[in-house]
């Protein structure tokens, strides 16, 4: 049973232009959402996060929504950059144990130049 | 300020074998988690620890494995007579708390194991 869904497994865009990915979530308790970047043979790093509080939080070039009527919450990045290029995991948690993540099959993302 | 550190890096075990995988967590954290990341799929949540104790266990497989995270040093995965199906990038991720704002999970690189 997937809990945490990004339905993407991949996205290209030019640079300069918005990247938006998306994630859907089936299990209502969840109450705190991430995004986590990662590039191949490393760790998945920390980009963006947001509490089922809020329906957006801004962080510099990223954009996190959130949509708890549809169980939706899409990155967006803009203006994206070549750098960006990498897997983005969409990841949900509850506020008992935020460190225990549900994690969506990520999608690739990559932005050309 | 180090961040979270696995190692080895990379392991290579024949089917039968046993494989340890470590994980020093972030200073100041007490916390420590443990994911799996099969080939094209997310990361699956294995267990989750604190100082010489397991608090949630329940993406553990039933057999073969363990987690440890002693009074001690670092917290250790252990798979007992490895098959080529653990091969997977087996993640650690560490947080300072279990919930609220500073529960934040920091991951390390991981340990790419391969079960020959």
């Known amino acids: 049973d997937q809990q945490v869904k990004q339905n993407s497994p991949s996205l290209s865009v030019q640079e300069g232009r918005i990247s938006i990915l998306n994630c859907d979530y089936t299990?209502?308790?969840?109450?705190?959402f991430l995004w986590y970047k990662k590039y191949p043979a490393e760790g998945p790093t920390f980009l963006i996060s947001?509490?089922?509080?809020?329906d957006k939080n801004e962080d510099g070039r990223f954009t996190v929504f959130l949509n708890k009527s549809a169980k939706h919450l899409s990155l967006h990045i803009v203006p994206s950059q070549p750098g960006d290029s990498a897997v983005y995991f969409c990841?949900?948690?509850?506020?008992?144990?935020?460190?225990?993540?549900?994690f969506g099959q990520g999608t690739i993302l990559t932005v050309h130049p | 300020n180090a961040g979270v550190m696995q190692n080895p890096r990379h392991l290579v075990r024949r089917r039968g074998q046993e494989a340890r995988l470590r994980c020093s967590p972030m200073?100041?954290?007490?916390?420590v988690y443990w994911y799996r990341q099969l080939p094209e799929e997310g990361l699956k949540f294995m267990v989750y620890?604190?100082?010489?104790?397991?608090?949630?266990e329940s993406g553990m497989p039933k057999e073969r494995f363990s987690a440890e995270f002693p009074k001690e040093g670092p917290s250790i995965l252990r798979i007992q007579q490895v098959v080529r199906g653990d091969s997977a990038a087996y993640f650690c991720?560490?947080?300072?708390?279990?919930?609220?704002?500073?529960?934040?999970?920091?991951f390390g690189q991981g340990t790419r194991l391969t079960v020959v």
């Open positions: 947001i509490s089922s509080i809020k």
């Open positions: 990841a949900a948690s509850t506020s008992t144990s935020y460190g225990k993540l549900t």
């Open positions: 200073k100041g954290h007490s916390h």
């Open positions: 299990n209502s308790m969840f109450d705190y």
């Open positions: 620890l604190q100082k010489e104790n397991i608090i949630d």
């Open positions: 991720a560490s947080s300072r708390t279990g919930g609220g704002l500073t529960a934040e999970a920091f």
